[in-house]
């Protein structure tokens, strides 16, 4: 049998996504909508794949999988949703994910979804995927693998360089990005700390030197 916990602050999802597992003979599934309570839960009860809503009050998904995880570092925790993840993709992924699922899908895609990480198979939409490919970019050179590991800039950093390869002062890259100044600052912060250097043109020049920027910028 396998065991599911849903973990969902909306008890009328979580009720129905219960009902759909259910109608599969060999898988049960318990309801958690408090998701301070889901450690002392966990701590007495052992479940194969953890369902767990991306954004809920008191304990966000992100946390929340970083905490079960403390308690079943082999846990497989599917991030079930109706937002976009993409912002959050490689917090998750960190945290320990084993795969998303849109509470849009069919219930064929969501049972095909358990199935899939119970053989620790990884379970990601393909509009997501197609998202990643388009937004996360990795070092395209043996020689940036070598000097930069596993360092990716986001699409938002992204257009951030691309501000600065246009000449844009802070103030003017807010302002298209509709973000503050202050915003602006702390995303050039990390991307100086990503790449190491000490300047908006520094940051620039090792972005391009290393293929970390799209196509479309570096154009």
């Known amino acids: 049998m396998i065991n599911v916990l849903i973990v969902d602050d909306h008890l009328a999802v979580g009720q129905g996504t219960k009902a759909i597992i259910e109608q599969e003979e060999d898988i049960e599934a318990t309801i958690i909508i408090d998701s301070d309570q889901v450690l002392d839960i966990i701590k007495v009860n052992t479940f ?13 998904g992100i946390e929340l999988t970083k905490i079960i995880m403390q308690v079943d570092p082999d846990a497989k925790i599917l991030i079930y949703t109706g937002f976009d993840l993409i912002a959050h993709y490689n917090l998750l992924v960190e945290a320990g994910v084993a795969g998303f699922i849109s509470k849009d899908t069919t219930e064929e895609q969501l049972i095909t979804a358990i199935r899939c990480a119970m053989r620790e198979e990884a379970v990601i939409p393909l509009s997501l995927l197609r998202q990643l490919r388009r937004t ?73 030197e290393f293929g970390l920027l799209s196509e479309q910028l570096m154009r």
Do not use: C, W
Request: cysteine-free.
């Open 48 to 60: 194969d794949i953890y369902l767990i809503d991306l954004y809920m009050p008191k304990v966000n």
């Open 136 to 208: 996360e970019v990795r070092p395209s050179s043996d020689e940036g693998l070598q000097n930069l590991g596993d360092i990716t800039l986001s699409s938002k950093e992204q257009e951030i360089l691309d501000g600065i390869s246009k000449g844009l002062t802070n103030k003017v890259i807010a302002m298209n990005l509709s973000m503050s100044q202050r915003t602006i600052e702390y995303h050039l912060t990390k991307i100086f700390s990503k790449l190491n250097v000490g300047s908006r043109t520094e940051a620039l020049l090792k972005a391009k």
